[in-house]
């Protein structure tokens, strides 16, 4: 009789990877490492990712839906930008990863599913046609993550606080003004 498959090995092999991930690193991300953590083996977990990358890319994928999906449930654009930075902050290993991923999904053809919502929103909530507000998103984009970045790296709490305060306080003034940055 034929091997019944693990239905559950790739939630088995993502998990692992993330909770080395997070208290490791990416030295921390070996595949031997993974398999043994998700109780299985190397070459079992190579029929389901190719190398290391793929792995990468596919935990990935996965925390960037998790990170959109509290973004898509905010109640409004400024908490967007806040639940952002404090995603960044509470899981820097995470927004690392993220970080490191940045150009795979944001290469030509790639869906950007947090952008699209984004503008959807600011049409929503400004009038017009949501692609009109891309220059809107790169900017509150731009400062978020360059926060965000900030965030994950510096040890001093009162830092971050002045970093955090600073970037909200220019996102809400680039709300309250964003008629200069829609295009007509």
Same mark, same amino acid.
């Given at each position: 009789?034929?091997?019944?498959?693990?239905?559950?090995?790739?939630?088995?092999?993502?998990?692992?990877?993330?909770?080395?991930?997070?208290?490791?690193?990416?030295?921390?991300?070996?595949?031997?490492?993974?398999?043994?953590?998700?109780?299985?083996?190397?070459?079992?977990?190579?029929?389901?990712?190719?190398?290391?990358?793929?792995?990468?890319?596919?935990?990935?994928?996965?925390?960037?839906?998790?990170l959109n /999906?509290?973004?898509?449930?905010?109640?409004?654009?400024e908490e967007?930008?806040?639940?952002?930075?404090r995603y960044?902050?509470?899981?820097?290993?995470?927004?690392?990863?993220?970080?490191?991923?940045?150009?795979?999904?944001? /290469?030509?053809?790639?869906?950007?599913?947090?952008?699209?919502?984004?503008?959807?929103?600011?049409?929503?909530?400004?009038?017009?046609?949501?692609?009109?507000?891309?220059?809107?998103?790169?900017?509150?984009?731009?400062?978020?993550?360059?926060?965000?970045?900030?965030?994950?790296?510096?040890?001093?709490?009162?830092?971050?606080?002045?970093?955090?305060?600073?970037?909200?306080?220019?996102?809400?003034?680039?709300?309250?003004?964003?008629?200069?940055?829609?295009?007509?």
């Amino acid at each position: 009789m034929p091997p019944i498959a693990d239905k559950y090995l790739e939630e088995r092999i993502l998990k692992a990877a993330r909770r080395l991930w997070r208290t490791r690193g990416e030295r921390g991300l070996t595949l031997r490492a993974v398999a043994h953590e998700a109780d299985t083996t190397t070459p079992t977990l190579y029929k389901r990712f190719r190398n290391k990358e793929a792995l990468r890319l596919a935990l990935a994928y996965r925390l960037r839906d998790e990170l959109n /999906s509290q973004l898509f449930s905010s109640p409004s654009l400024e908490e967007v930008y806040r639940r952002y930075l404090r995603y960044a902050e509470e899981n820097p290993h995470e927004y690392e990863l993220l970080r490191l991923s940045w150009g795979h999904f944001f /290469s030509p053809g790639n869906p950007r599913p947090g952008r699209a919502w984004a503008l959807t929103q600011l049409a929503a909530r400004f009038g017009g046609e949501p692609e009109k507000y891309a220059s809107v998103f790169d900017a509150l984009f731009l400062i978020c993550h360059g926060t965000a970045t900030l965030l994950t790296v510096a040890d001093d709490k009162d830092v971050r606080e002045v970093l955090r305060e600073s970037s909200i306080n220019v996102c809400d003034k680039l709300l309250a003004n964003v008629a200069v940055l829609r295009e007509v």
